[in-house]
């Protein structure tokens, strides 16, 4: 078994914005306009780039497609589905991409799902890349599996936990050769930040098992550091975005996440070909 362990210090998000943004999101998409395959923000400006192409706005059984940017015409190869829109008790979203390589076709299917919407408590992430084609198809895909326990995480990052070595963030990779196992503690830094520190335990599976102490002896403080690097980066990222956002509420916090649905002003939604019958919304 191989371990690893990395700490990084994070801006903090403020539990009240978090879900006031959980509540801003829900809103944004609630007020939308479905007429057909259209889709248009309450002031009646379209949505581009995103097209109801099954079922109603909303409602467990809704599809929604990208637009191509070739040709106007809905992406096959890509869709969200809505399984489930209550905010007192759960809100799921699939998210399907299919990659139609005729050598190794692939097929990734994440799940996001949150309980609730009106009281945050809990999220789940799935992720499955599946692929078919070849004799080494099953070692191209693998499952994540993702579990925040919402009430443990801010009293965690406070210090306050009851519970000091419950991980309130954590998570399983699986794949054909091996299954890593995730855990990730927040706890206060003394300037009023994150402190937060990423666990993994890794064990090979199948023929691996006994050669991956092995590996790890020759690739081990490689890996290490690739991943720790990793996470270095994308805590530089968060803390460079992070402290500004979280300073926006109310109707500003709404223009941020409204306008995060728009492209840029100098950016125009593709023409369609003569013939085409785009599901988007007539100017």
Known sequence: ???????????????????????????????????????????????????????????PGARYRPVNGKDGQPDADRAATVLA????????????????????????????????????????????????????????????????????????????????????????????????????????APDGRWRVTVKARVRGRSLVRPLLPVVMAFMGRRAHRSIAEALDGAAREWNARLPALVLKEGEELRAELTGGLLPPRDVHPPRALPGDTPLGCPE
């Open 85 to 188: 829109w209550d905010r007192r008790r759960e809100t799921a979203l699939e998210v399907v991409t299919v990659d139609e390589d005729p050598a190794h076709p692939a097929r990734l299917t994440c799940v996001l799902r949150l309980l609730s919407a009106a009281r945050p408590r809990e999220a789940w992430l799935t992720a499955t890349l599946g692929t078919t084609g070849g004799k080494r198809a099953e070692y191209l895909g693998g499952t994540v599996r993702l579990h925040l326990d919402l009430g443990r995480w801010w009293p965690s990052a406070a210090g306050r936990n009851r519970r000091p070595l419950a991980a309130p963030l954590g998570g399983t990779l699986t794949h054909a050769l091996a299954r890593a196992t995730v855990t990730v503690v927040p706890r206060p």
């Open 1 to 59: 078994m191989a371990r690893f362990q990395h700490t990084v210090t994070l801006a903090p998000v403020p539990r009240q914005w978090f879900e006031s943004c959980v509540t801003t999101l829900h809103d944004v998409a609630e007020d939308l306009d479905s007429d057909g395959g259209c889709l248009r923000l309450p002031d009646g400006r379209p949505l581009p780039g995103l097209v109801l192409s099954e079922g109603s706005h909303l409602r």
